[in-house]
């Protein structure tokens, strides 16, 4: 599935070349730098040891629309000077050097965002390493052969301007009949309408562009909205850990009575197999008991292809759930195989939650108290706990007056018992080959029952003697487990999510239950295995999106030596960021840590439509002595197609994961997302705002510049007035 998204997501981007240049031999340019780019990236990855997993073909695939965006910005500023009449040889060496620096510019800032996830730690940290790696390496990798490759092709592959109009107009002369001829009109016609299309689209930004920048003001109060939309959205939005997944395989655990025998609890799993079978989207299923105490066991469901069944695993464990609960004494607990596990704590539920206390019984009573609760809660589904205190226990006590009156002691009494419920070796067989050890036991039938004590015999000294005529049978509850954590004891609560509701949601569930019960300070309780893992990467969310910002800040910093100019940069991020979380709520997502990926992503790739407008107003203004007004205006204007061409890209190059079916494709869904809505709605402000924001600072930096030789002409008065 991942391989096929890979090869759409390529097949896209080269038609994102086609449609914007309609240019044959201009598409053939990027077509090949884009699988030279991800080759030697799969070079890297063998170096460095990683395989083709999930995450890593999830960069290949998200990184297409990348690898492409260098290559696009100098094929058309090559493009673009071919059609002022230079020839390819001269065009493909001035559109080169003209374009280098923004090249780099968008490279090493794209690489810089993902600097702090090559830092983190913890197991998250190192999960997404190798995503950071692998798209690192396919970014730089393309840096290369977009400033080499490109221009080498393009003086080679393009033609002059005058022979490609001689060339379409002879196309367009053929009237020759039959499938070729309507071929060759239809491409004419679709071209001309796309042709009118660009040009009006570039028309309108150009009368639109001047109106918005006589109204900075207002322009700047609507990022400012923008700013404050993204904090809102970001606290109301559902956030999770990592998708939901549906791999095809659902997984069971299974509590039985703890007083049931291993016989009694197999013969109930058979009835419940049977009725797993019975629906109609389940292929195969296998289950087993536990023969340990507190019997327990799991469950394995093999699902029909997700074309065959129409509706995805949850939907097929809500089915489940009620027609599970029909034979007493065994409760088995669904939940969807996931191809990423994370928390190594086994419980029969997916999440847990744990108390801790230094008073056995309080801990169980607090335990039992919680469960009730939340299993109460319509959020919280398959609620279960790990506390094991109802397992049958039989107390033998003896009358020693009775048994001195038939010469027994506690010995003999002892003995009996070993004879009939231990195993003893009585002794060896030997033969020529082999030797077989003879073990004393009660049969079989003997044991089971509840009255196999009374079968059980006193060897005394008139003949055997019942023991229940020396004893009292008492029956009882024990505890089969006590469950510890960091030397303390330990109740564990498990739980599954009611489909829809994400894991924060129910961390606020259970905080409000917490609270409800007015649990003792001596009660410690928290989160373990996922949800704590959860817990700590969403804390850590906004310090590492601040961690990438300043990242990108300092690299932009160092490669304009300027202060001014990186924030014009990164003015672009707060609509991108806006789309992003609008799209996830949109499509009923969470916000998880993939989700927080392709946020980093776009952190990456909105710059790049300010860097390219930035690059050619301060060269406008260098070289020609443009004031900035006019300088960004025609910057604008000149780098809107090849903005639009990238942005086109890294769109077309996401669509694959956001529309990604199959099993598994969930956990890919929300970083084409991100990445799509991002990019949609930061291209529709970034147009407008950036060059708006780049006025609005560069004249704060002239009266600042202004301000401080005031302060140094007065400062010089004073110095020559003192002396």
Known sequence: EVEKSLALS???????????????????????????????????????????????????TVSTGFVVDDAIVVLENIVRRLEMGETPMRAALRGAREVGFTVVSISISLVAVFTPILFMGGLVGRLFREFSVVLTTAVLVSMVVSLTTTPMMSALLLRPMAHEDAAAAQAARLNTGGIVGLWWRLLARVGDYWGRLLSGMQRGYANTLPVVLRHPRLTICSLLVVIAANVWMYVVVPKGFFPQQDTGVIMGGIRTDQSA????????????????KTDPAVQHVSGNINSGRGGGGGVFIALKPLSERKIDAMAVIGRLRGRLTSEPGLQIFLQPAQDIMMGGRGARSQYQYTLQADNLEDLRSWGRKLQRAVAANPLFKDVDSDIEERGLETMVKV???????????????????????????????????????????????????????????LHGKNGLVPLLSVAQVIPAFAPLSVAHQGQFAAVTISFNLAQGVSLSQAQEALAAIKADLAMPSTVVSGFQGTAKMFSDTAGNQVVLVLAA???????????????????????????AG???????????????????????????????????????????????????????YEACLLRFRPIMMTTAAAILGAVPLALGHGDGAEIRQPLGVTI?????????????????????????????????????????DEVRAAR
């Open 578 to 632: 806006g789309g992003a979380l609008l799209a996830l709520m949109a499509c009923g997502m969470e916000f998880s840590v993939i989700a927080l990926i392709g946020v980093l992503l776009l952190c990456g790739i909105v710059k790049k439509n300010a860097i390219m407008m930035i690059d050619f107003a301060l060269e406008a203004a260098r070289t020609r002595n443009l004031p900035p007004d006019k300088a960004i």
């Open 399 to 457: 009358d020693r007056d009775a048994l001195a009156r038939y010469g027994l002691t506690m010995k003999d009494v002892d003995a009996a018992l070993g004879n009939a419920f231990g195993q003893s070796q009585a002794s060896t067989i030997y033969q020529d080959k082999n030797q077989y050890h003879v073990v004393l036991e009660y049969g079989p039938n003997w044991l089971s029952g509840a009255d196999a004590l009374e079968k059980v015999r």
């Open 549 to 575: 910002l300043a990242a990108l800040y300092i690299v932009l910093g160092m490669l304009y030596e300027s202060l001014i100019h990186p924030l014009t940069i990164l003015s672009t991020l707060p609509s």
């Open 676 to 716: 799509v809505g991002g990019l949609l709605v930061s291209q529709m402000l970034t147009l407008y705002t950036t060059p708006v924001v780049y006025l609005c600072l560069d004249r704060l930096s002239r009266r600042f510049k202004i301000w401080r030789k005031g302060r140094r002409r007065a400062a010089g």
């Open 10 to 60: 390529m097949a896209l981007v080269v038609l994102v070349t086609f449609l914007f240049l309609r240019n044959g031999r201009a598409t053939a340019i990027p077509a090949v730098a884009a699988p030279v780019s991800l080759l030697a990236t799969f070079g890297v990855m063998y170096l460095c040891g990683y395989s083709l997993d999930n995450l890593s073909l999830m960069a290949l």
């Open 261 to 276: 025998s291993f016989q009694a609890s197999q013969a109930k799993l058979r009835k419940l197999i049977d009725v797993i």
